[in-house]
């Protein structure tokens, strides 16, 4: 195996560089590798560096997203902040290697099933990439084998189209989940199974549907045709994986070996091998992260625990941190410091005065142990895929094509929502459409199945890195200009008991003379401290009068609002101008020619 390891170390070296058109290996041993077995096994191992890290995914939502307010605006949605000079993302090392796998994977004293389980797992790998590069850039080059020198009609050629490469990767998935022999990873789910080639397809082939619809691009294969695929992809994993949800939502996010009756695939990491990760450091410091709290226009969405609406709710506008989390969608308390959470057993408010700015602090991929909170000591499993994303596909497949029933309703949103303790609206599609996700989130969607479906879907993949993509296939990135506005407070210069203990907990002051005049009034000698202002154009946090004639909003970057910025072109990145100069063939994405900017057109 030593052997092995230090011929393949050799080949992935050699295929890391940022081309296309790397030399080909002409002195590595390939029979070695590709001769066994035990080779084939250890050369797709390399594969597996594809994903992402576990410090990496699990922050991949802490910007560009409009559920949350950061530190500061991320450069893609910051006028005039981003362009091809600062691009980034075209980089076909990880191609080159699959690619040498899936040619030299040729053996014919390797039985066909052994040689296809491996070119399974090699096409999935291709497969994850392409997607990436197609989501990211739009149209791209197919390249299927390891490129030469001498094959400059490739090396130099124009992209080729989006229905061209998308149907290629639905061919890699439908190979991989039909040819990889694993189909249980009883540890940690940390290997690619059938399954998980199903669950990704069913991921895959719901953007390109939704994607083609909203966009309304009029390609060969249509966007019924790509759900359908969802549908049936996702109605496998639920038929025959032997998945099912998890009892413990939060479990999920914070266990070393994550549940495996949900879990599909995670990244893993071990204390006893030293294999850690700086999640809670990053969830928890508003220096080394970017701070982002929820919005309250997001909160808002969490659902009644009887299945309606909280902006049905009379009063919902004016209510503090404590009334809020009643009776909500119990994924409400899994997802933030709620009030009576508790930190290795000491109550454990949102820091009013450093991370939570606007007062909504997560803890979704948080351990309530403190350790990591400054050192890259983490060890819990960080989600890839999971059995409640393929529910949510297999539900939103299925209304987008006009033929979910009820019962499809019931297996699917109608389990999420048990799960979270909701007891109303199980087992029957919703008939009314919530006046308050269509005015706040999606204006043009009149189909109550539909919203329902991507209220679900928000709030429970929040923070696992979907919410981006979802808004980029439905066509909705006018989101990420929304405004910063956090929880509701009933006044300013004065104490406040925000959990609703009898302790005074904050103060919110707008000047020295506010603050010892709430002092004077506080029955905690240390609460939480915050300089605030009323002026809109203040960069500090703001409070906006709420409308009920004493009370506030906590906002940040509101000042800014006319410096976050979304036009068509930002549906796509521009393609790197390092890129472009080396192959003048490649054209730029429309919007980012010559060096345009994110200027909102």
């Known amino acids: 195996m030593k052997k092995y390891i230090l011929i393949i170390l050799a080949i992935v070296l050699f295929n890391s560089g940022c081309e296309m058109d790397e030399p080909a290996i002409t002195t590595t041993d390939k029979d070695a590798i590709f001769g066994s077995e035990e080779g084939l096994n250890a050369y797709s191992m390399s594969f597996y560096d594809m994903f992402p890290s576990a410090s990496d995914q699990a922050i991949v939502e802490q910007s560009l997203v409009d559920f949350g307010a950061t530190s500061t605006l991320s450069g893609f949605t910051l006028l005039n902040a981003y362009s091809e000079n600062n691009?980034?993302?075209?980089?076909?090392?990880?191609?080159?290697?699959?690619?040498?796998?899936?040619?030299?994977?040729?053996?014919?004293?390797?039985?066909?099933?052994?040689?296809?389980?491996?070119?399974?797992?090699?096409?999935?790998?291709?497969?994850w990439f392409y997607y990436g590069m197609v989501q990211r850039f739009g149209d791209v080059p197919w390249v299927d084998h390891p490129l030469s020198p001498g094959e400059e009609d490739i090396l130099y050629a124009a992209r080729d189209s989006r229905e061209l490469v998308m149907e290629k990767v639905y061919e890699d998935l439908m190979f991989a989940a039909e040819n990889i022999s694993r189909t249980t990873d009883a540890t940690q789910c940390t290997m690619i199974t059938k399954w998980v080639a199903y669950a990704f397809a069913s991921r895959v082939c719901l953007f390109e549907g939704t994607f083609r619809k909203y966009h309304n691009l009029n390609l060969t294969t249509s966007a019924a045709v790509w759900l359908k695929r969802a549908e049936d992809a996702a109605s496998i994993v639920m038929e025959q994986s032997g998945k099912s949800l998890n009892s413990n939502y939060r479990a999920l996010f914070t266990s070393d070996n994550p549940p495996t009756s949900e879990t599909m695939l995670a990244i893993a990491s071990s204390a006893s091998l030293g294999i850690k990760h700086n999640t809670n450091w990053r969830w928890t410091s508003e220096t080394f992260g970017t701070g982002l709290n929820m919005v309250r226009s997001f909160l808002c969405t969490y659902l009644q625990s009887d299945g309606t609406p909280y902006t049905s709710r009379p009063g919902w506008q004016y209510e503090d941190f404590y009334e809020e989390f009643q009776n909500r969608d119990s994924r409400l308390n899994a997802t933030l410091r709620y009030p009576g959470y508790k930190r290795e057993g000491v109550l454990t408010l949102p820091v009013y005065n450093g991370y939570a700015r606007i007062g909504y602090q997560p803890i979704k991929l948080c351990v309530d142990a403190t350790i990591g909170d400054t050192q890259s000591e983490s060890t819990h499993a960080i989600q890839l895929v999971r059995f409640g994303e393929v529910l949510l596909n297999y539900a939103e497949a299925k209304a987008e094509q006009g033929t979910l029933s009820d019962a499809d309703w019931a297996a699917?949103?109608?389990?999420?929502?048990?799960?979270?303790?909701?007891?109303?609206?199980?087992?029957?599609?919703?008939?009314?459409?919530?006046?308050?996700?269509?005015?706040?989130?999606?204006?043009?969607?009149?189909?109550?199945?539909?919203?329902?479906?991507?209220?679900?879907?928000?709030?429970?993949?929040?923070?696992?890195?979907?919410?981006?993509?979802?808004?980029?296939?439905?066509?909705?990135g006018d989101l990420f200009k929304n405004s910063w506005t956090g929880m509701y407070i009933s006044g300013i210069n004065k104490p406040l008991d925000v959990d609703h203990n009898g302790t005074d907990d904050v103060i919110y002051y707008t000047d020295d003379a506010g603050l010892e005049a709430a002092m004077a009034l506080s029955n905690n000698a240390n609460p939480y401290k915050v300089k605030v202002s009323t002026d809109p154009t203040a960069s500090?946090?703001?409070?906006?009068?709420?409308?009920?004639?004493?009370?506030?909003?906590?906002?940040?970057?509101?000042?800014?609002d006319s410096k976050k910025v979304w036009g068509p072109k930002q549906y796509f990145y521009p393609i790197p101008v390092s890129a472009l100069n080396k192959n003048p063939q490649l054209t730029q994405n429309a919007g980012w020619e010559n060096g345009a900017t994110n200027d909102g057109n």
């Open 540 to 560: 500090v946090i703001q409070v906006h009068a709420a409308g009920d004639g004493t009370g506030y909003y906590l906002a940040w970057f509101t000042n800014n």
């Open 87 to 127: 691009s980034s993302g075209w980089s076909w090392s990880n191609l080159r290697n699959v690619n040498y796998f899936i040619e030299n994977c040729t053996d014919p004293d390797i039985p066909e099933s052994v040689r296809n389980n491996y070119m399974g797992l090699a096409r999935f790998f291709r497969a």
């Open 412 to 476: 699917t949103i109608g389990k999420l929502r048990a799960r979270a303790g909701i007891t109303g609206g199980l087992t029957q599609k919703p008939t009314q459409l919530d006046p308050y996700m269509q005015e706040t989130y999606f204006p043009n969607i009149t189909d109550p199945v539909i919203m329902e479906i991507r209220r679900e879907r928000a709030i429970e993949l929040i923070f696992e890195g979907f919410r981006f993509d979802d808004l980029l296939r439905w066509k909705a």
